[in-house]
């Protein structure tokens, strides 16, 4: 599974994310509809008797703040010799998937004391909201695997990318700083139900909540639950002293495409949100009677705002794995490990028998097997503030901020602070994003719509070549709306 993990790396490099719709603008716009409840399950159709139907939504993205590249254009990264060296008729057999990785794109580093890494590619299906008076409903499917790593020392960052036998590494000593690592693949059917709880002749108030239940397909986790330590002492040898960590995952060996996509665990998560609009015009939104014109006769008004402000809670839930799972924990292990990277880069079967042959038996050593665990989803608060300056400009201030479960094993989503202009109409809109990774790594981007189909992205200078690239993402869909039949 290591391996389809860089596959979907290097796919996030040449392409890329569920969290980047938020960032660009594009969800908390008018016109989002039914994309509007994945960020905020408040936030809804513009039309109050709408109709959304998403035909498909891919996004994909990698963050990180620890390697980047030169500056080079996006469609560089879609050369032939790319997909070969990592396919099956690949000339680097003695290579790890790493040091291909490593080679290809001739990584650099700029470590941290504490490095992120984030990966998502989301692939929503067949969805559709419909807006019915107060009320509104939606079913939404999808297919979404994400990664995320958290805390990460910068030796143990060199150690993942060239092994234990690195040069830098030899005679250092550090702790895992509470590493968290996390893989998760899963499909995901959500319903979504919103309602207008109030509408004044100053505002209106909505609340929404979205039901999501979860087939778990994959997991791999890897954590420190504190000082853990480790020694490089060379010719590949690590040795780990106090190891208090937990190693899970949930997976198979097989490479039946069928095998690979069974189900290993159930779940559920569930959002919450809330949204406020301040109207421009002092009156009720309503509905003007007007014979011979189409939809019985009725002019739906559009009620104007001067701003608009939501947040909610996000992805509140778990996925618990008991089906070809693998539960290990090791409390006080000490002893030296040799060719420990090799193992790893050979995938999680083997580092779980290297791990167990090292450390399970050794005096002193409290090892725990179990065949089951509880993945949590990356629970996260989200806020959105839109305000109209005039007309068909709007600029936004939207965040997310993750909010992991304490002692759980949770996936972690990236904070993201968001800082956008966009001009929309009807049928065009186009919006500038500004947005910091982390809140410390700033990135610009651009997204728009025309007519049904929308893409965009907020890594811009990253993708034409002018900045370095630490990072990448981009989503597209198609998207109907059946109200009015112009593809809003």
């Not at 513009?46 to 994909?60: I, Q, R, W």
């Not at 420990?340 to 038996?361: H, N, P, T, W």
Request: net charge positive; glycine share 8%; aromatic share 16%.
């Amino acid at each position: 599974m290591k391996k389809y993990f860089y596959i979907l790396v290097i796919l996030g490099l040449c392409f890329k994310h569920g969290n980047a719709q938020f960032q660009t603008g594009l969800s908390i716009g008018n016109y989002s509809g039914i994309m509007g409840v994945t960020i905020n399950p408040a936030s809804t159709n513009y039309l109050n008797n709408g109709t959304d139907f998403m035909l498909f939504n891919y996004n994909t993205s990698i963050l990180n703040n620890g390697y980047y590249m030169d500056p080079k254009p996006i469609t560089q990264l879609l050369s032939p010799e790319i997909f070969k060296a990592f396919g099956k008729n690949a000339d680097n057999k003695n290579e790890s998937v790493n040091q291909t990785f490593d080679r290809i794109f001739n990584l650099r580093r700029s470590l941290k004391p504490n490095n992120y890494i984030f990966a998502d590619a989301t692939v929503y299906g067949p969805s559709i909201l419909i807006n019915s008076g107060k009320h509104s409903f939606g079913l939404l499917t999808a297919f979404k695997a994400s990664e995320s790593t958290v805390n990460l020392p910068p030796e143990m960052a060199i150690f993942l990318l060239k092994g234990a036998s690195a040069i830098e590494l030899q005679g250092k000593s550090f702790e895992l700083n509470k590493v968290a690592s996390g893989t998760l693949v899963y499909t995901d059917v959500a319903f979504n139900y919103s309602y207008e709880i109030a509408d004044t002749y100053k505002s209106k108030h909505r609340l929404g909540i979205t039901a999501h239940y979860l087939n778990g397909i994959n997991s791999i986790v890897f954590e420190d639950l504190g000082k853990t330590k480790w020694t490089y002492i060379g010719d590949s040898t690590v040795l780990m002293e106090n190891g208090n960590i937990i190693y899970n995952y949930a997976a198979t060996k097989s490479a039946d495409f069928g095998e690979l996509l069974s189900s290993r665990g159930k779940g559920f998560a569930f959002d919450i949100g809330y949204t406020y609009l301040r109207k421009k015009k002092s009156r009720p939104t309503r509905l003007t009677v007007c014979p011979n014109i189409r939809f019985g006769g009725k002019i739906r008004e559009y009620q104007d705002y001067k701003w608009r402000f939501g947040f909610a809670l996000m992805d509140i839930g778990r996925i618990q794995f008991t089906n070809q799972t693998v539960s290990n924990k090791y409390e006080n292990a000490n002893g030296p490990t040799k060719n420990l990277d090799q193992s790893f880069y050979l995938g999680v079967f083997a580092l779980d028998r290297k791990m167990r042959f090292d450390y399970a038996q050794n005096a002193g050593t409290k090892y725990t097997l179990d065949k089951q665990y509880t993945h949590y989803t990356a629970t996260r608060f989200n806020f959105q503030f839109d305000y109209n300056f005039k007309n068909n400009i709007y600029f936004n201030l939207s965040g997310s901020q993750r909010l992991p479960i304490p002692n759980t094993i949770s996936l972690y989503a990236p904070n993201i602070l968001s800082l956008s202009a966009r001009y929309e109409k009807q049928m065009f809109e186009v919006g500038l994003p500004i947005s910091l990774i982390e809140y410390q790594y700033p990135v610009f981007g651009l997204n728009f719509r025309y007519g049904p189909f929308y893409m965009g992205t907020n890594h811009l200078l990253e993708m034409v070549g002018i900045r370095k690239v630490k990072g990448t993402d981009i989503f597209f869909g198609l998207k109907l709306n059946l109200s009015n039949f112009r593809g809003v």
